[in-house]
């Protein structure tokens, strides 16, 4: 399998739509939402990301999702989120993704679990070896729990040539990525929703990889960036901060997204899966209000 850089721009991460009682994965909702983002056109999707539920996912259900993705997505590429952080589940979990990813996998997404770049490496090393799939390598201590340097997460990067991006969600993310943009060539993406994302595009970030509820928005502002740098970026996502920032809320961020996706039509039901925080009604009583500031602006 040849490793190639990910190619600048914005890549969705994709909720997993669930369905009914028993939170079946929703196939048709899921298909929805990668056309969602194919007619923006994004440069590529992910699932199974931490917003997508993969750990909260059983092997027979990754496999689904990630089949489903790709034959929906066509020729657009697509990257696969590994939730464990234990090198055999981890070299298990790929396996199943590359099975069901076909000839479009972009790459396996790898949360980074020891701040060590020498034990990362390794652990690195034995998914691709055991894959031959390039990794994204993903910075996120929310999430992992992990905190690393910027220095080891370079001397890893240095390490592991087959390294094909960097998601860097260490806040604060313009900081971490303006100093990985100066030390390597290898692309680095912001995430958290997009909350960070023109400061992310000052500081040299190639794009996005993140989900969020309108991702047209995101794709406007890094094409604005791309022609008018911070000024014109700014100017356009400006209005959609505010929905953003409501969006990105810790905890029901999730929730937040899936009610807000429904609303929109992309998927059938928003439901997260326990012991995932549900939509507090309060928040849920909210939304129209951001949707109504939001519905002139495409």
């Not at 899921?30 to 969602?36: A, G, M, P, S």
């Not at 999702?65 to 298990?92: C, D, F, H, K």
């Not at 592991?160 to 030390?183: G, H, N, Y």
Request: hydrophobic share 50%.
């Amino acid at each position: 399998m040849i490793t190639t850089p990910l190619a600048r721009g914005l890549w969705g991460v994709l909720a997993t739509p669930f369905t009914g009682t028993e939170f079946a994965v929703d196939t048709e909702s899921l298909r929805r939402e990668v056309q969602l983002y194919t007619r923006i056109p994004a440069a590529g999707v992910v699932v199974l990301g931490v917003f997508g539920e993969g750990a909260a996912l059983d092997t027979a259900e990754q496999a689904v999702a990630v089949q489903t993705v790709a034959e929906e997505a066509g020729g657009t590429p697509l990257v696969v989120g590994l939730s464990a952080r234990t090198t055999n589940v981890a070299i298990e979990q790929a396996r199943t993704a590359i099975g069901a990813a076909g000839g479009n996998l972009a790459g396996l997404m790898v949360q980074v679990n020891t701040p060590n770049a020498e034990t990362l490496s390794a652990h690195l090393h034995a998914i691709h070896q055991a894959t031959g799939a390039g990794i994204v390598l993903q910075d996120y201590p929310a999430a992992s729990g992990v905190k690393i340097s910027t220095a080891q997460v370079l001397a890893t990067v240095a390490q592991c040539p087959f390294i094909v991006a960097v998601k860097s969600e260490a806040p604060p993310t313009a900081a971490a990525i303006a100093q990985l943009t100066r030390a390597t060539g290898v692309p680095v993406f912001g995430g958290l929703g997009g909350v960070g994302l023109i400061d992310e595009l000052a500081a040299g970030a190639a794009g996005a990889m993140t989900g969020f509820s309108h991702p047209e928005a995101l794709q406007l502002a890094i094409t604005a960036h791309a022609d008018g740098g911070f000024r014109a970026a700014r100017e356009v996502f400006a209005p959609w901060l505010p929905l953003a920032n409501f969006e990105g809320q810790p905890g029901i961020g999730l929730a937040l997204r899936k009610e807000i996706l429904k609303r929109r039509g992309i998927i059938a039901e928003a439901l997260v899966r326990p012991p995932a925080p549900t939509l507090p009604q309060e928040l849920a009583d909210m939304i129209d209000a951001h949707l109504d500031a939001v519905k002139e602006l495409f």
